[in-house]
């Protein structure tokens, strides 16, 4: 038993479908859960990345071994609900210090019905999923292994999943966040951005009201002939879950966009474009998950440090047409961008919105911007 927020905590264990077993005890919300155990190597934004989209399905692992220190509050919110099935943490303090904490990341976790496990060895347990690669697991409190284990082999894989259609909005709306003021526009009036909604972040909506933009999201399987008939000055794929191999439709839906408005594409939405373009996309062995990732330009041969958090990659051999390979990581080699030839059309890999940061790229969204400016019909 463990001691957190003065109540004694029942142990707990997180079982891989590998048959490995992690004890610890439990913290968030009693009961088990079941997904793809992945790590992330980023020392903050713990709030941001439980309720970013691209986590749904999974049961996310934190490397920096100090949790909840800064507590949890009500801005950082990177969608409408956390999206991560599991947590699994070193340490989970109690005592969270900052002047916006409204609770602690355990309260947080219970409150929305969140079950995660403290006290685990997170170093051997992400040394595991590097050697062996990421793997289905689950949190359970009231189980065996050999239990846990069997209910766990019945559970679908997660890459089988279309996990997009569960996060996307079911309906058309406009974004305005109050806390964002529409920024002023050049030509002073607002470019229609339509961000079609794969598992978008909030802080991408954020950015492009920040620049002057008015943002329509719409639903993930929205054609492009309803997408064209809102007039948008440009088109945003977002980032989203799971394997961009169930998406076909959106690929078609891409297809139908390029040639007839500027498209920029991030993470799943860079996977979809490569996919238009002939590209078939592969799964990674443990991902790329954290803040601290080198990405290369190729044509400027500048060096970015972006934050990641994707599983799947685009096969660059493959691409076919007036598409380039722009970006490659600096680790594994694997594509992180992509730039049309002749078209408003480029791609990345990576998270130009990450919050809490780095915010090295951000500059990508005035690229795309600059794209949109120059082509868009004056009001």
């Known amino acids: 038993m463990s001691l957190l927020n ?39 934004g713990y709030q941001e990345a439980l ?3 691209s986590f749904r399905g999974q049961i996310l692992t934190m ?13 950082a919110d990177e969608s409408g609900e956390i999206q991560v099935r599991g947590f699994v943490v070193r340490e989970m303090t109690d005592l969270p210090s900052h002047w916006q904490s409204l609770n602690t990341l355990h309260e947080y976790l219970a409150e929305r019905g969140i079950p995660g496990i403290a006290e685990v060895d997170t170093r051997a347990l992400t040394r595991h999923l590097r050697s062996r690669g990421v793997v289905m697991g689950t949190i359970t409190r009231d189980e065996t292994p050999e239990a846990a284990l069997a209910r766990l082999n019945a559970e679908p894989d997660y890459a089988s999943v279309d996990y997009v259609s569960r996060v996307s909005t079911p309906v058309a709306y406009d974004f305005n966040d109050p806390r964002v003021a529409l920024g002023v526009s050049p030509e002073g009036s607002a470019p229609h951005v339509v961000v079609l909604d794969l598992g978008v972040k909030r802080n991408i909506m954020r950015i492009l009201r920040a620049r002057g933009c008015t943002v329509t999201a719409v639903p993930h399987n929205t054609d492009a002939e309803t997408i064209l008939s809102l007039q948008p000055d ?6 989203g879950p799971g ?19 500027p498209l920029m594409g991030i993470c799943l939405g860079h996977q979809v474009v490569g996919r238009a373009f002939g590209a078939d996309t592969f799964k990674l062995k443990f991902g790329h998950r954290g803040a601290n990732h080198p990405v290369m330009d190729n044509i400027s041969g ?11 990659a685009v096969d660059g051999d493959k ?9 490659v990581h600096l680790n ?13 059309v480029f791609t990345i890999q990576y998270h130009s919105e990450a919050s809490p940061g780095p915010n090295d790229t951000e500059y990508l969204f005035d690229r795309f911007l600059e794209s949109v400016r120059s082509l868009r019909t004056p009001a």
């Open 6 to 44: 003065g109540t004694t905590r029942p142990p707990a264990r997180l079982v891989l479908a590998d048959g490995r077993v992690f004890e610890g005890v439990g913290v968030g919300a009693d009961g088990h859960t079941t997904g793809e155990v992945v790590f992330t190597t980023s020392m903050t």
């Open 51 to 53: 309720t970013d989209p």
């Open 63 to 75: 490397t920096f071994p100090l949790q909840g220190n800064y507590g949890t509050s009500g801005f």
């Open 234 to 239: 440009g088109v945003l794929l977002s980032p």
């Open 243 to 261: 394997d961009p191999m169930l998406l076909d439709h959106v690929v078609d839906t891409s297809k139908g966009l390029i040639g007839k408005t």
């Open 302 to 312: 500048r060096v970015h440090i972006t934050s990641q958090n994707h599983g799947f």
């Open 319 to 327: 691409l076919s047409g007036a598409i380039d390979v722009a970006q």
């Open 332 to 344: 594994d080699g694997t594509v992180e961008g992509l730039q049309h030839r002749e078209e408003p």
